[in-house]
């Protein structure tokens, strides 16, 4: 209850302050929007070029690490398997 109440005095304080300084409301206003469009545009560049960096670096293919190792075993792994089917071919064949 304290909380709805608190609420309505800050909304009708906030609606009288606007109507009695409007011209500086404006001005306010007009100062912060360019401000925000200019931190806004920045972090969206940032986060751009961030994601084209991250794309770019995943489509290169390289395999690090752990990756790399496992990626290894397993082409070890199919070549043994492709040998012993070879070896494994019937005679009709």
């Known amino acids: 209850m304290k909380t709805l109440i608190g609420g309505a005095i800050a909304t009708a304080l906030g609606l009288i302050g606007i109507v009695v300084w409007w011209i500086p409301f404006l001005q306010l206003l007009a100062g912060a929007i ?4 200019l931190l806004g545009g920045g972090l969206a560049l940032y986060l751009g070029f961030d994601e084209m960096k991250d794309s770019m670096k995943g489509d290169s293919g390289e395999v690090v690490g752990e990756d790399l190792e496992q990626a290894k075993q397993e082409i070890d792994d199919l070549k043994k398997e492709l040998e012993t089917l070879k070896t494994d071919k019937p005679a009709g064949e």
């Open 34 to 37: 360019p401000a925000m469009l």
